[in-house]
């Protein structure tokens, strides 16, 4: 019997090496991505560096906040696919807040970005559940439906938006690192509350596990299912609303980095949640990194979010035709 | 790795006096509709094996959710060791009361061992870290069901009788004093029905714990209760041993069909058969 016993002493080395593995791979992308602009202008590395700094730290604190919001849908929602992108929480955020900073103030947009978030989050919800029970079919075909829509009202509003104002919108809804300027404040912002979900994740993850098995089971060892569902959806909402703030709604990350950690450490929840913290950070720096190499070879701009929508749409369909067969019979 | 936990590998039975768990003139209703339970009042001895029995709709599955706390009764109460169900905190409930309810996901992958070790969970702490008792008490559990061998295979690979005695390796990994069980040998065929109702009589006999069971298979029920429980349309028709509830002028006005009760002759328990007329 392989026996891997749950340990504080293994919990805290698994940090320690999850934060160095970022860390390290967060410098090398520094480093890398400015050396690659500052080509023969030395007098400007000191700022190159100082602006890809916060470009790493920006991708870091949005992969971290989007891949927890992945692992908790997918829990919660019992549905390997379920994921901010797809569920079309991050176009609701992503709509709130092109409305909230053009019609409202650019300062309270990020509280609109949450708000659109938790709003869609409670759509989707009501829409697929049939007497407590999640349909795992209608759960993605609401997505797709939502998405269309939102799709369409962000058309709108472009339409109706100034004409400077439209090519900012379009770059921004590609999913996009550094397209608004400096933003320190909101990366420190956005970097806390993803820290801040990961420990209550951690806190929540016995549960996670439990409901993953079953409702009646879960509330038979000890949790309270709908109070768990209510602080898991507000906290993944919040999470994500604000990292559609920071670079606009990226795609599949959500997907992509539980379903690699999964590959690796297995099912587990309590294993998966800090996994996710340090992952998703590293994951988005290096798909930044991605294109900032191809932004150095070719001399033009790849927003990040195209990237991970790239790689993620076919690892989606991947997903569907192995490991969703299992797991939708099992609804 | 040391103890950090307790380490209650053995059910921690409460000093004697009082029925273990006892329910008194429970109503409940789903919404609007008519109550599924209507006044059900019944009392599980300790270390006795008690069936609940009752025919499709009777309001069994109910009745088990209201006594292992998932649901509040709109009306009357359920006493646990003689303290009211509703002033447990959940996890200190989830460490006396186990449940096997009827269907389980095999979702996300968990393997045996994962599985078992949930039954843990309301002993851990909030982020879940294990000590050598957790790991104990998931042995002696994998031990008793007879699932060491399965431990590694995941819980999607298995057939239903090997999952459900994981899904009973899983109760008793809580370390409960009592059991509830909602057909736990529905989809089992009589080898297995067998192994699963001889395991909660050890349980019974050997570690004291009460086992409430509800069963659809009279004689299944008959064969292994101390005492049965007979619902019918959210009240309990008839309680008590086997050879009292289960008589022709109880069971026919309750199933609507007309039976003969024998007496087996090996183990002088009694045995059902329909005789509807041709």
Redesign the interface.
Known sequence: ???R????RG?VISIIVGLVVWAVVAAVAVGVGGRLWAWGSAVQVRNVLALRLEWVMTASVVGSGLALAGLAFQ?LL?N?LAEPYILGVSGGAGLAFILGSLWVSIAWSPVFGFLGALATVAIVYAISQRRGRLEPYTLLLTGVIINAFYAAAIMLVTALAKPEQRGDIALWMMGNIGAFGPQWTLVVVVGALAVGVAALF??L??GF??V???E??A??????VGRLRIVTFVAASLVTGASVALAGPIGFVGLICPHLL?MVL???H?RLVPAALFFGATFLVLADLAACLWEGATNRALPVGVLTAMCGGPFFIYLLRTRWR??AQ?? | ?AALGPTPVAAAVPPAGGPALSARDLVFAYGRARPVLNGLSLQAGRARLLGILGPNGSGKTTLL?IL???LRPAAGEVRLASVRLADYP??????R???V?Q?????????V???VL??R??H?G?????ASGD?LAVREALRMTDT?AL??RGL?ELSGGERQRVILARALA?APELVLLDEPTAFLDIKHQHTIYGLLRRLVRERGMTVVCVSHDLNLAAAYADELVLLDGGRAARAGRPEEVLRPEVLAPVYGVPVEVRTDEATGRPYVLPRPPA
């Open positions: 019997m392989k026996v016993p749950f340990t504080s919990y829990a019992r390997p951690a806190m993850a016995k596990n439990l993953a098995v079953g009646d089971t509330g038979a060892l000890g949790v309270d999964r297995g099912p587990d309590r299992r797991s099992l609804q | 790795m959710r292992v706390g998932l959940r996890e200190a409930l989830a460490r009361v186990a449940y309810p269907e389980t996901h095999a979702a996300l992958g968990f393997t061992l994962e599985t949930m039954g969970s309301p851990t909030a982020l879940g870290f294990e790991w060491e431990a590694e999607d809580q």
